[in-house]
């Protein structure tokens, strides 16, 4: 099993920065991608960055390019996200996921991430 912890949400106003952290533990493989997901109250989980083992391919959600930066550790199996610019529209619960067994490829889709985080929570201000 493979366990995903975060850590950095809270409360900030419209245009603060915020940094997510994601800790990856258990059994994980040797390569694996990660990605950030968000999910806002009465809506679905959606996209938000994903990277590669190397953390040499990244890719970003429309709603957050150029705002936002997915980075890795991979000796320290961290991932982490950090927020600029942040909105109202960006409120919503974090989920980090880890993908390994079918490929080590980063995916906007959810379905795709076999192991998630509990989810830590961000809301913006106006």
């Known amino acids: 099993q493979v366990q995903l912890v975060e850590s950095g949400g809270g409360l900030v106003q419209a245009g603060d920065s915020l940094t997510l952290s994601c800790t990856a533990s258990?059994?994980?493989?040797?390569?694996?991608?990660m990605g950030w997901f968000r999910q806002a109250a009465g809506k679905e989980r959606e996209f938000v960055a994903a990277?590669?083992?190397?953390?040499?391919?990244?890719y970003y959600a429309d709603s957050v390019k150029g705002r936002f930066t997915i980075s890795r550790d991979a000796a320290k199996h961290k991932v982490f996200l950090q927020m600029n610019s942040l909105k109202p529209e960006d409120t919503a619960v974090y989920y980090c996921?880890?993908?390994?067994?079918?490929?080590?490829?980063?995916?906007?889709?959810?379905?795709?991430?076999?192991?998630w985080g509990q989810g830590t929570q961000v809301t913006v201000s106006s």
């Open positions: 996921a880890l993908r390994q067994v079918w490929s080590t490829s980063p995916s906007t889709r959810v379905d795709d991430y076999e192991y």
């Open positions: 258990g059994r994980t493989f040797s390569h694996y991608a």
């Open positions: 990277a590669s083992w190397s953390g040499n391919d990244r």
